[in-house]
Nanobody, 115 residues
């Protein structure tokens, strides 16, 4: 059973940076597709970025050029590097694993961007 633990959230001023981490345990990490989602206050959860087993990643148009996802197979971790943060990036950020169709979510980490 895959388990996920996120870390790295916090309060940052507009224009600042944060790096979120997601530690993965269980499963075969190299075969697991990983993604980051976020849920802004009062809104639905939305996809932010994803990365496949090959390391090829993609991200939402709203964060292009500012947010990058990566994975470290040796550490069994994925990361979300966020730069030039905006108040509209305020949300709970969730790590998601897709292990051969089985979806697992982390507990979420709060990111708050002040203007």
């Amino acid at each position: 059973q895959v388990q996920l633990v996120e870390s790295g959230g916090g309060l940052v001023q507009s224009g600042g940076s944060l790096r979120l981490s997601c530690a993965v345990s269980g499963g075969d990490f190299v075969r697991i597709k990983m993604a980051w989602y976020r849920q802004p206050p009062g809104n639905q959860r939305e996809w932010v970025a994803g990365i496949g087993a090959t390391g090829i990643s993609g991200n939402a148009d709203s964060v292009k050029g500012r947010i990058t996802m990566s994975r470290d197979s040796a550490k069994k971790m994925v990361f979300l590097e966020m730069n030039n943060l905006l108040p509209e990036d305020t949300a709970v950020y969730y790590c998601q694993a897709n292990d051969r169709g089985q979806i697992v979510w982390g507990q979420g980490t709060q990111v708050t961007v002040s203007s």
